[in-house]
């Protein structure tokens, strides 16, 4: 992975960019920190798809997370009203 100043990014984007589509991801640095990388967009789909299940996934997936105690329909306690 090439590693680019901001300073070279900025200047020379159309460079970042064709490096990120034949070469791979491209690391952006600010003030010698690592900031950002650039990666292709196809690499980018796959880490985001695979990163997220779907809500049909997460559905179907493991049983209850939670037990909730709910009480029995038309068994719920009302409150009193307010006395006047």
Known sequence: MNTWPVQDAKARFSELLDACVSEGPQLVTRRGSETAVLVPIAEWKRLH????????????????????????????????PPAL
């Open 49 to 80: 798809d695979a990163a997220r299940p779907s809500l049909k996934e997460l559905l179907l997936s493991a049983p209850v997370r939670a037990n909730l105690a709910l009480p029995a329909r038309g068994k719920a306690k009302r409150r009193a």
